[in-house]
């Protein structure tokens, strides 16, 4: 009984050695006609980016292979070649196949084996590309016959067929390829389609409204094809455009229209770790460098909703430091809020608040007597002032160093008539509060001091009042 047992247990261990071990890692077979002895790198998307992930060396038959032991993460990837070409393909979960070309047109002849989904990928951009010189020929004759409302409406009805044969592509490969990561990224690129709103007869305003309504349906609907659970997305272009175009164009760009937007679209993204951490790092620095003036509010709301309450875990303490800072200088002079008062001596001695200034509208200054940008803003800022002073301006100009007798023999010398303050030793923490970090810094003040505008030109400034008033 016993040599049975034995013997059954080598016939086991037999066995096991005898199953085959499927390849974990990636082997990508090229071979491209018009190159050889030379380098190509394989790289892949990443938002915007573009990174290197392996280069190999091409025989002289243009012959070379992608290999390691580690799979590649599923994405678009890239093919750079010597000449700064290219050529696109999916990583996937097979990653064991073959693609050939040719240099002299790399799309024509591209050509992939063991790779079903690269295959359809190819037919996808040669369709595209077929597609698009028709749509640049149907908008040269729309250009050509601006005059023919005949002809327009020809134009038009083929370029509605046009579009309809893209989407029913589209339709098709998402539907014959799912979970595939090709089906993903169609879907994702899908724009929203409006229905044809009925708009009642009683409404005078019909364009008006029309616009309305389409907004509110593209806020709604424009990122419903986007599986954020699906971190294939985050080595591709696709993500990243997508809710770029969706945060900085679709939304009006007040932070009353994109912070709850905001909490949508991350709430959306927890359904991916990876995904949740690229779009929140995204959202931040998006708005930190926004150059629209108030966007800064919803920087310190994502800071404040992801970073400050400990969900950002991947954040290191030095970068959670910058990023306080950050809030903590922006929140006080947030555009829509009540400013900061302050209380400064004058030229003269006496004391003056900024809260107490009668004026319709007051513009907070900042300025140096040695800063160059001063020197030709703060005379610009002298005439709006001459203008619009009757009408209800003032100007509060705070002077930002400690050197007194310079100060006063400069606003006598080019007559700054206008409320002249400091603050020396900084007792009022104007820095902070207006986060001054450079000169010269405006900011506009309705009659209630709320904050209208900041840190903008005093051009800018003289059209703002020109309309104001």
Not at 78 to 102: C, G, K, R, W
Request: charged residues 25%.
């Amino acid at each position: 009984m016993t040599k049975i047992i034995k013997l059954f247990y080598l016939l086991i261990f037999v066995f096991i050695l005898s199953i085959p071990v499927l390849p974990q890692g990636y082997r990508i077979e090229v071979k491209i006609e018009g190159i050889k002895d030379t380098s190509i790198v394989l790289a892949y998307h990443f938002g915007e980016k573009k990174l290197v992930k392996d280069t190999i060396y091409l025989d002289n038959q243009g012959e070379g292979v992608f290999e390691d032991e580690k799979k590649l993460d599923a994405g678009i990837y890239l093919l750079a070649l010597p000449n700064m070409n290219f050529f696109e393909l999916i990583i996937d979960e097979d990653q064991e196949f073959s693609v050939s070309t040719d240099t002299t047109d790399l799309l024509k002849f591209m050509k992939f084996t063991g790779s079903a989904q690269n295959s359809i990928f190819i037919e996808y951009q040669r369709f595209m590309a077929e597609q698009q010189k028709k749509s640049g020929s149907l908008s040269n004759r729309w250009k050509l016959n601006k005059e023919n409302p005949d002809s327009l409406e020809t134009i038009r009805e083929e370029m509605n067929m046009l579009d309809r044969k893209v989407k029913d592509y589209w339709n098709k490969i998402i539907s014959e390829n799912e979970g595939m990561l090709i089906s993903s990224l169609i879907n994702a690129i899908r724009p929203p389609e409006p229905p044809d709103f009925e708009i009642p007869d009683n409404i005078v305003n019909k364009d008006s409204m029309r616009w309305v309504l389409g907004y509110n349906y593209n806020k709604n609907h424009f990122l419903d094809s986007v599986d954020f659970s699906d971190q294939r997305l985050l080595r591709t272009p696709v993500l990243k455009a997508k809710i770029d175009r969706y945060f900085n164009n679709v939304l009006i760009q007040k932070p009353d229209s994109v912070i709850p937007e905001i909490t949508k679209i991350v709430d959306r993204c927890r359904a991916n770790e990876k995904v949740f951490q690229y779009v929140v790092i995204y959202l931040l620095n998006n708005f930190l460098q926004s150059n629209i003036m108030g966007m800064d509010e919803v920087f310190v709301s994502v800071a404040e909703d992801y970073y400050l309450s400990g969900e950002a875990d991947w954040v290191d303490s030095a970068s959670l430091v910058k990023i306080r800072d950050r809030v903590y200088k922006i929140k006080p002079n947030i555009i829509g809020h009540l400013s900061k008062d302050l209380k400064m001596e004058t030229e003269t001695g006496e004391w003056v608040s900024l809260h107490q200034v009668n004026a319709k509208y007051t513009v907070l200054y900042f300025w140096e007597t040695d800063c160059g940008h001063c020197k030709i803003a703060t005379p610009l800022l002298l005439d709006i002032y001459k203008k619009l002073k009757d009408k209800g301006l003032e100007v509060f100009a705070v002077y930002t160093q400690d050197k007194k007798q310079e100060w006063i023999n400069i606003i006598n010398e080019k007559g700054y008539n206008w409320i002249n303050a400091w603050d020396p030793n900084n007792t009022t923490y104007f820095r902070l509060f207006y986060d001054i970090y450079s000169t010269p810094t405006v900011y506009l003040l309705d009659e209630n001091k709320k904050i209208i505008a900041k840190r903008i030109s005093v051009e800018a400034l003289g059209k703002m009042l020109d309309s104001l008033f």
